[in-house]
């Protein structure tokens, strides 16, 4: 059994001595391990850091095997980040959750593709990219069977003026049928229904926890601790940023 391709990598530990189990996505191959002979060394230690863009190589003698890695260097994203902690906590939070969410060896182009787009603009910084995040974060979760019903008001069946997200349903809700409940809504963020513009902190904070919310929830309801600790660390991060009053307005309540 044997494949290659451009992959994407989710996670790498080590195993014996040099050894590393690597965790790959690929768009034909969706979530994939493999062993890394010598992928802890100092040689191939680079090669393997969480978000960078390899050629891979897998290769077993049956295909239910762990099998051998090899990989070459295509892009180094985690380098390039090294100087932008934001960027840094950004790619790390999206390839914990790839790594936590996805089933093993199904493919999800979709998915691939999406974040492959996230590490080739990483130089952009994470401004740039963190509503992106967000709607990755919810494509992955219409990819997996869970996606938001952001169309219409689920109380009113009204297209305009959508403001909040139900905790409960994630169907939208309109500003004036969710005023009596807000407290118990989650706010949705304007760049999740294609309006741009103006996102800061506030906003970004916002599609965190939304997307958080139902990946906590409905995908990894059955994972110790939730939200991968990457994760959770890149959304107390942006709530830092966003300060004390805004994380209270955008919390809901029981």
Sequence with gaps: MEWQG???????????ES?????????AQGRHAGLARGGASRAQAPVWQRGNLVEARWVAR??????????ELVHPAAALALDDPLALALLNAACAVAEAALPER???????????????RLGEGAAALLPDLVRWEAALLAELGYGLDLARCAVTGAADDLVWVSPR????VSAAAGEPWRHR???LPRYLLGQWGGEGPAEW?????LTGHFLARDVLGDRPGGLPQARALLQDRVAAMAGPEVQDAARPGP
Excluded: H, M, N, W
Aim: proline residues 9%.
């Design 205 to 209: 904070l916002a599609g965190l926890r």
């Design 185 to 187: 809504l989650l706010p």
């Design 6 to 16: 451009p992959a994407i990598v989710l996670d790498a530990r080590p195993l014996g």
């Design 169 to 172: 349903t994630g169907r939208a």
């Design 19 to 27: 050894g590393a189990v690597v965790s790959l996505l690929t768009e």
């Design 106 to 120: 199904e493919p999800y182009p979709r998915c691939f593709q999406g974040l492959l787009s996230l590490v080739a």
């Design 62 to 71: 049956l295909a239910e095997q762990l099998g051998s890695l090899t990989g």
